[in-house]
């Protein structure tokens, strides 16, 4: 069994659709949740970030962390074309005074966002 | 501002030459490093990450090495490439408490 569970999709939504993309996981240490989202050929970007459980809003996007379920969920509202893209999930455990943290992510999710 | 460079951003390179893809951070001082590998269609898999001048460690075992020479200075190498080195590298840097930073990548493609 994989640590982090993200469904590769493809999701093809219309113009203006609420999008929803989740992912699960096993290793109950993680502390800190991370959405990226990343364009075709190009390096992952830092949408969202969630330290425990709880929500986190930003403009049109909503993370939502279920720890007790072992759960996270990325909400877009009014979804746009510019919105297509892959979203990789990212979760990693605290590692004391090193600072350092391994991000084990998903597979990802490819969202199309059609007019 | 924090900024992290890669390059260079596609590689074509036969089997069993070297290799040696650089990253370096600008605007900050004594970063976390790592190196990751993006498989198509997959995730991204750690290879190596370093928290300070000289230190180094592998997530997986492998015909790839990394160094840094330099606080700001991440390299990746391989002495011999295989087929299955191709990939898309990224190179980060950052921690669990405050985010991470992600190049813009470099695609190696190893014919």
């Known amino acids: 069994q994989k640590e982090v569970e993200q469904d590769p999709g493809p999701l093809s939504v219309p113009e203006g659709a609420i999008v929803s993309l989740n992912c699960t996981y096993s290793?109950?240490?993680?502390?800190?949740f991370m959405w990226y989202r990343q364009y075709s050929r190009k390096g992952p970007e830092l949408l969202m970030y969630?330290?425990?459980?709880g929500n986190k809003e930003d403009g049109r996007f909503t993370a939502q962390v279920d720890k007790s379920s072992k759960y996270i969920s990325l909400f877009i509202r009014d979804s746009q074309p510019s919105d297509s893209a892959t979203y990789l999930c990212?979760?990693?455990?605290?590692?004391?005074?090193?600072?350092?943290?391994?991000?084990?992510f998903g597979q990802g999710t490819i969202l199309t966002v059609h007019p | 501002s924090q900024t992290i460079h890669q390059w260079p951003a596609t590689l074509v390179q036969p089997v069993g030459s070297p290799l040696s893809l650089e990253c370096t951070v600008e605007?900050?001082?004594?970063?976390?490093l790592y190196w990751y590998r993006q498989a198509a269609g997959r995730g991204l898999q750690l290879l190596f990450y370093s928290v300070g001048i000289g230190q180094i460690s592998s997530e997986v075992p492998q015909n790839l090495s990394a160094s840094r020479p330099q606080d700001r200075q991440f390299i990746l190498s391989s002495k011999k490439l295989l087929l299955s080195d191709s990939g898309f590298y990224l190179c980060?840097?950052?921690?669990?408490?405050?985010?991470?930073?992600f190049g813009s990548g470099t695609r190696l493609t190893v014919v």
């Open positions: 605007g900050t001082s004594n970063p976390n």
């Open positions: 969630t330290y425990s459980s």
């Open positions: 290793n109950s240490a993680f502390q800190y």
């Open positions: 990212a979760m990693s455990v605290y590692a004391g005074g090193t600072s350092y943290g391994k991000l084990t």
């Open positions: 980060a840097w950052g921690g669990p408490d405050y985010g991470y930073t």
